[in-house]
């Protein structure tokens, strides 16, 4: 099968010999279970228990809140200890449930209905994931089952499946590949059946050849799933850009992928989906990779949803003294953790701390109009224009100028001799005009 890729783009070092290496590892309970209502695209759950309720694991705390919302389920069988305001790993705060957890249970979920998969029909398939609470595990957190149903008015006849994993430090989907390609094939076989498409294509980065060479021998000989060793290069796994790369074709700007036929999902997700359908139970945990040159023992945990961030790095025996930062998801795309109270949510993809040598100067000098910016936008935007733009707040004239196509990728930010934080001035400048576009419309 031919490989397409895709233009411009950046080579930012792997970094992920520190846990490409090593076996998913299964983290203890914590003490405490921290479950935000607000933790995937779309609207937030609604609350459905109260202080003082003992709930098994897999018990929702929060019930779905229409079509683009999914539950929340308890990861740990304890007590509901307290329900408040509490950092999220966003930087802002959420309504959150607190859970106790029970030191004596066993931590087995409820027995509960397997639904075997082949006799459902569309809406039942989508009701079950959107009941188990799915969403897409590559960080995003769009709900699972809006994609398992496109609009009618499309055909999709390619599944995607994104395994490409090109931030850099982040090795979770890796492993999953590696370690579970049964049941990668097995949420493609799920995916393919209810979309009704007879193709599917697993991008995979040419620096997991374990990883290919584990799909490949788990494949399917009734299901025509092609793995595609890809190119390495930053952002190969935003959508648009795969969709380029294993396709050839480019998504129209402000369209979705459904638009020229394709669905794309990740491996984490397929995994996901495959635990539904194999075991009935709720999306409670995923795997996390922890990491860095500022922690001690770096590693790839399957982590109850809730858990803090402090937990998670003290279970890897901490940071080293020269730990300077630490960041949710990877370097490129990620934000820096305000507080380490926040919890792993479903969209937590890695935490990786760096040490003070790699955080970057705070110094900003002025645009030299080098041009380097243009060269690494994967979607031919004119960042230096968009950065003057923005730090004038003609937030209209950014609009005019695609801010929309802009995916926030920060390869403009990375090239940049001059260290302007580009990527950051166009999340604020996002912000900015959804904010003015909702007074508007008020
Ligand atoms: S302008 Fe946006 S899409 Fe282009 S390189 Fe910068 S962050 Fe990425
Ligand atoms: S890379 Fe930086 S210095 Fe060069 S043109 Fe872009 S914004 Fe200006």
Redesign the pocket.
Known sequence: MAFFGFKHGVHPPEEKELTSGLPIRRMPYPDEIILPLRQHAGKPATLCVKVGDYVERGDPVGHADGYMSVPIHASAAGTVSAIDLWPHPDGSYAQAVHIKVDKYALQAARPRMVPRWEGLTVQQVVKAVQDAGVVGLGGAAFPTHVKLAPPKDYTVHTLIINGAECEPYLTSDHRTMVEFPDRVHFGCRVMMHTLGVTKAVIGVERNKPDAIEALERAKPKDLDITILPMTVKYPQGAEKMLIHAVTGVEVPSGKLPVTVGVVVQNVGSLAAIAEVFDTGLPLLERIVTVTGHGLKRPANLIVPVGTKMKDLLAYCDGVTPNAAEVIIGGPMMGQSLANLEAPVIKGTTGVVVLTADEVRGEKVYP????????EACPVFLN??WL?DLARVKRYDEMAANHLSDCMLCGS?SY????N?P?SQLFQASKAALRRIQTAGAA
């Open positions: 645009c030299i109009h080098c041009g380097r910016c243009l960042p230096s950065g403009c090239v940049c001799p001059s302007i580009l």
